[in-house]
């Protein structure tokens, strides 16, 4: 970002954040969740594809997880304004651990495996999006983007080990490793009923009005608010590149995984991403200066896919590795600063709407992303396409960061954002800043948004 002025605050530091009673209850109930997931993901595919032998049922299995944000996260995302934060977590905890506890008993059909898969990752959008609007009532200042970098680390590192411990237990036992998700859910709604405040709902009832009207200002601030706007392109662009190696990991290890096995060279691939990203948002958000986090936005997000632009000379599957670990650590040093901006930009009453229409993106851009590369890989070399890619990728940063807003009209947008939540003002009357550009602030934010 440019012209930042020092900030007067230092950086938080991990015991600042987890001195925080509400934030250890927070961040232990989702990395559970998360946990709980990704073994879930693993074994459904084992569970479906040993009852019925089709590929093309188990990947759909493990697709069917993503398909509440691509078609309804928005919307599901926006009833977590209208409840009390905590009872949307808690409901949707306990949703997601009957449907998961069902899925588990014996005998049940595949078809029945898929609608349960479905109906209880609709829960997800909600639940996410509440604990996302709650991080700024839990943490302020420095805090919070510490507080997003370990909360967004934890979330990698889950992948990473529920992938494993997934794929361990359901080759002896599919069901077992099910009933642990179903388990996990569980641990986390006691944690978070029992270790977080209740707090009214942000949106009140003489503001709702339809749903899909409520869905569509979520939208409209993101996109028609020229400080939510920058941060949402800076984060849409970098989705678009910094999932190709993971995406096309298992055929990029199929065709040139030399003398490794092929199966490890596809490992080492998808993990090192995740590996990076974790390394980058520990280390940048606990070593770095607030103001110095922000004037690494901009070198940063061209480093990123800049990183990736040696794969065009076809290296090791061990090299390609090294280069998705830095791509993550890039990845990992930006997004929670951006997050943070968007969090504290953003006033109480739209948050969770936000955090739909920037998670919905993020996916939906990922999976394009994946899709436009495959399909090139089809016709070119892939080490050709991830390189051209990433090379395109570059180009995009740089026209994202040169559009970047000045720090004055960030700060404005703090500032409103700051003043309505003390003042109570209406969260539907939008506030104008003396700057060039118009912060309207209902009252909403969004947060992790990747």
């Known amino acids: 970002m440019s012209d930042e002025r020092p900030a007067q605050e230092g950086p938080a530091t991990f015991r600042d954040v987890f001195s925080q009673a509400e934030f250890r209850a927070l961040f232990t109930a989702n990395a559970l969740s998360w946990i709980g997931d990704y073994i879930a993901k693993a074994a459904v595919t084992v569970l479906v594809y040993r009852e019925t032998q089709s590929v093309a049922l188990s990947a759909a299995a493990f697709a069917a997880s993503y398909l509440p944000w691509l078609v309804g996260g928005p919307l599901l995302s926006a009833l977590a304004d209208r409840h009390r934060y905590r ?21 049940i059909p595949p078809w029945a495996i898929l609608a349960l898969i479905f109906a209880a990752t609709l829960a997800n959008p909600p639940s996410q999006a509440a604990r996302s609007a709650l991080m700024p009532h839990i943490l ?20 990473i080990v529920g ?19 179903a388990a ?12 977080l405040r209740d707090r009214p709902p942000m949106m009140t009832a003489a503001h709702r009005s339809h749903l899909l009207h409520e869905t569509a200002e979520g939208f409209r601030i993101v996109f028609g608010w020229p400080v939510l706007r920058a941060i949402a392109v800076l984060v849409f662009s970098a989705m678009v590149f910094s999932i190709v190696p993971e995406g096309l990991a298992a055929a990029w290890a199929a065709e040139r995984s030399g003398d490794l096995d092929a199966g490890v060279a596809q490992a080492v691939i998808m993990a090192a991403s995740p590996v990076g990203y974790i390394i980058g948002g520990l280390l940048i958000g606990r070593l770095v200066a607030p103001a110095r986090r922000l004037t690494l936005i901009r070198p940063l997000a061209i480093l990123a896919p800049a990183v990736l632009i040696p794969a065009v000379l076809d290296p090791p599957p061990l090299m390609v590795a090294l ?3 830095a791509c ?11 997050n943070g901006l ?21 996916q939906i851009i990922q999976g394009a992303a994946v899709l436009a590369t495959g399909a090139l890989a089809e016709r070119f070399a892939i080490p050709l396409v991830v390189g051209v890619w990433s090379a395109a990728g570059v180009v995009l940063m740089i026209v994202a960061v040169t559009t970047w807003p000045r ?26 800043t003396g700057t060039s550009a118009t912060v309207g602030e209902p009252s909403r934010r969004h947060q992790a948004v990747t």
């Open 87 to 107: 009872h949307v977590m808690v409901a949707c905890d306990l949703v997601r651990m009957a449907m998961m506890a069902l899925v588990a008993v014996p005998g």
């Open 140 to 159: 302020a200042g420095d805090r919070l983007v510490v507080g997003l970098s370990l909360s967004t680390s934890s979330g990698q590192a889950a992948q």
């Open 163 to 181: 992938y494993l411990v997934g794929a361990a237990i359901a080759a002896a036992s599919p069901a077992a490793a099910l009933l642990i998700n």
């Open 184 to 195: 996990t859910f569980a641990l986390s709604a006691a944690l978070v009923r029992f270790g």
């Open 323 to 325: 280069l998705a670990a």
């Open 328 to 338: 993550g650590f890039a990845a990992g040093g930006l997004m929670p600063v951006a």
């Open 342 to 362: 968007f969090v504290r930009a953003l006033p109480d009453g739209y948050r969770a709407r936000a955090f739909g229409v920037m998670a919905s993106g993020t």
């Open 407 to 432: 720090a004055e009209t960030v700060a404005a947008a703090i500032e409103n954002a700051a003043a309505g939540a003390a003042t109570g003002r209406d969260p539907h009357t939008p506030a104008r």
